[in-house]
């Protein structure tokens, strides 16, 4: 029998404007057999233009860079292309790093003082997720960006919630609550947008954290 081909190598490209995190980062990869390093760079410019010409599948960069941040690195990947994956390493700690790695469409934050496990994983995981945010600490974030931002729910919205609970989709909320299809998008994405939430999930843990609602029925999270 045939064998299947293996799989190649997901493409890493490194950014950090520290010689040695470089040469640690390049030494970490390099000892999987699933990853390979395409390129490195020391700053913004330097990194646009490897993505530019090598097209990885994966950007690990370091969030404060000479010319920018790896911020500005995620905007500029992110407007064009939602299929590469992006890891911003930092060593800052609180809400503003992750929820702004977040809103510029990374797929994870993680700290540089994380065991390098980490960072491998996560970096196999935007190759799988490229728009699936993840960082420790993410929920909690969430959660003081809603109470910081008031983002208290209507009536209306709570129902709905308690319905997303229940698990049901946009066509049975819809149908339930006897609205067309876009109206329920529409208060869906309300809901979202005041949570600071990316999916059912995230909305639902937020609201019983802050209080937004104090008990729901979690079928089908």
Do not use: W
Request: charge should be neutral; hydrophobic fraction near 45%.
């Amino acid at each position: 029998m045939t064998q299947p081909p293996e799989a190649p190598p997901v493409k890493v490209l490194l950014v950090d404007d520290h010689d040695l995190v470089r040469a640690g980062l390049r030494g970490v990869f390099e000892r999987e057999p699933d990853l390979t390093v395409v390129g490195v760079a020391c700053n913004v410019a330097e990194a646009m233009a490897a993505y530019a010409e090598l097209r990885p599948d994966v950007v690990v960069t370091d969030l404060q860079l000479p010319d920018g941040t790896g911020i500005d690195i995620v905007r500029a990947v992110r407007r064009g292309n939602d299929r590469t994956g992006l890891v911003v390493l930092t060593m800052h700690t609180g809400d503003r790093p992750l929820l702004a790695a977040m809103d510029a469409g990374a797929s994870a934050l993680v700290g540089k003082d994380a065991p390098s496990s980490d960072v491998v994983n996560a970096a196999r995981r935007s190759v799988v997720s490229p728009r699936s945010f993840a960082a420790t600490g993410l929920l909690q974030a969430l959660g003081r960006r809603a109470a910081r931002d008031g983002g208290r729910l209507s009536d209306r919205e709570t129902e709905i919630l308690r319905l997303l609970a229940d698990g049901l989709g946009i066509g049975e909320l819809a149908a339930e609550l006897y609205i067309s299809r876009s109206t329920a998008k529409t208060h869906v994405a309300r809901i979202y947008q005041k949570l600071g939430a990316a999916n059912r999930a995230q909305a639902i843990v937020i609201a019983m954290r802050t209080g937004l609602l104090s008990s729901v029925d979690t079928i089908g999270v």
